[in-house]
């Protein structure tokens, strides 16, 4: 199966402050990538849709502004929880697709 | 009614027996189907796609697929510990006719597998 990365794989930061994570494609090129959050003890939700060269597509109640995706290459993807929240501690897995989706390693990220 | 939905689990079976896990799906224009696992605390790996009726194997795994039903199941047969994991159920989202990517997944049934 194809090959995805996410950087960093564990964060911790303070309530109010941003934090970035990058989900890169290692062997192959990808125009679309997803964002998908799991709480614990439930499934995958579904974000947003990163488009590369375009604004990303978000799935109703997910606030854009708060989560910014970047696609500006064929392989890199970056979502930005600004002024992150308790609440927004959360495992975050990016996917990239070439006819499946294949998953990164996930980025567990804690707000204290 | 839930898009994409599993049968609620947990399942135990002894080491050795069969498993099967099964998942329906609303969207009768849906095209794709796959089981990803999921052990605790990691991402989910894909086991099997599965594209047209009737039934796919590869190794212990067989993906069985009844679209007039909506409906996908998983076996894994000789089931071993280590197959103890969350199974997602995932079906792929068309929207006019055009499948986008985009995957809708099961809420998951917890598998374990005993000694």
């Known amino acids: 199966g194809a090959v995805v990365s996410q950087h960093p794989s564990w964060v911790i930061c303070k309530s109010g402050t941003s934090v970035k994570i990058e989900c890169r494609s290692l062997?192959?090129?990808?125009?679309?990538m997803f964002w998908y959050r799991q709480f614990p003890k439930q499934s995958l939700m579904l974000m947003a849709t990163s488009n590369e060269g375009s604004k990303a597509t978000y799935e109703q109640g997910v606030e854009k502004d708060k989560f910014l995706i970047n696609h500006a290459s064929l392989t890199l993807s970056t979502l930005t929880v600004t002024s992150a929240h308790p609440e927004d501690s959360s495992f975050y897995i990016c996917s990239s697709t070439q006819e499946t989706q294949y998953f990164g390693p996930g980025t567990r990220l804690l707000v204290l | 009614q839930k898009e994409v939905e599993q049968n609620s689990g947990p399942l135990s079976v002894p080491e050795g027996a069969i498993a099967s896990l099964n998942c329906t799906y609303s969207d009768r224009g849906s095209q794709s189907f796959f089981w990803y696992r999921q052990y605790s605390g990691k991402s989910p790996e894909l086991i099997m796609s599965i594209y047209s009726n009737g039934d796919k194997e590869d190794g212990r795994f067989t993906a069985q697929l009844n679209k007039a039903s909506q409906y996908v199941s998983l076996l894994i047969r000789d089931s071993q510990p280590s197959d103890s994991a969350t199974y997602l159920c995932?079906?792929?989202?068309?929207?006019?006719?055009?499948?986008?990517?985009?995957?809708?997944f099961g809420q998951g049934t917890i598998l374990t597998v005993h000694p």
């Open positions: 062997d192959f090129q990808a125009t679309t």
């Open positions: 995932a079906v792929n989202t068309v929207a006019g006719g055009t499948s986008y990517g985009k995957l809708t």
